[in-house]
């Protein structure tokens, strides 16, 4: 933890979510050792008890802490993507062989709007500095205040949304972002300006 009120802040968020009704399946604690430490903390609930207060189970509890939705339909999976707020990343893992493709394009489409960062089998841990890379996502993920109202094209930005695609499958991605490029649009690859397939 970065300080002791993080920590502290933390631990209540821990025990707020754990109020509405998530188990605490480990941690929840401080740790012991040298600095300001908490245990590995991992929380679960029911998709229907989530839903019933989704602001609540979304309090901020910044440390090494997770809630499991455990959603029991795929349906039901997208009625909780709709009550998520602003994130910076969002993971869907799904059958290779592209089985789920319905429901994974279904929870896509959704989380898109709710997440700056979109990855797919894979865990959201490195974040590259890089011209691709966004660390941000719809508020409260972040708030970016260095827009501004007045001028063109300065203006029109603050009503755009950054947006990343990490590890998100060829078939998946949208068109202007597939490896072959045939309507031959400017795309920066590797940090070159370029209208070539990648």
């Not at 339909?73 to 869907?92: F, K, V």
Request: with cysteine; aromatic share 6%.
């Amino acid at each position: 933890m970065l300080a002791e009120g993080v920590r502290s802040s933390f631990l209540k968020a821990v025990q707020t979510i754990q109020a509405a009704g998530a188990e605490l399946l480990t941690g929840g604690q401080a740790g012991g050792g040298v600095g300001v430490c908490c245990q590995n903390t991992l929380l679960k609930v029911s998709a229907a008890k989530f839903l019933q207060h989704p602001e609540v189970f979304q309090t901020e509890a910044f440390g090494n802490g997770s809630l499991f939705v455990v959603a029991e339909s795929t349906d039901q999976m997208a009625e909780l993507a709709e009550h998520l707020e602003g994130n910076l990343t969002g993971s869907i893992y799904s059958d290779t062989q592209g089985a789920d493709d319905a429901a994974c394009d279904r929870l896509e489409k959704v989380l898109r709007t709710k997440v700056g960062r979109l990855l797919n089998d894979k865990m959201p841990t490195g974040v590259a500095v890089v011209s691709s890379m966004n660390h941000g996502g719809p508020f409260p993920a972040t708030g970016h205040p260095g827009f501004t109202a007045v001028g063109v094209p300065g203006s029109v930005t603050r009503f755009g949304m950054l947006q990343c695609y990490d590890a998100v499958r060829q078939h998946r991605l949208p068109a202007v972002l597939q490896d072959r490029n045939p309507g031959g649009i400017w795309r920066r690859i590797n940090g070159q300006w370029t209208t070539a397939d990648v």
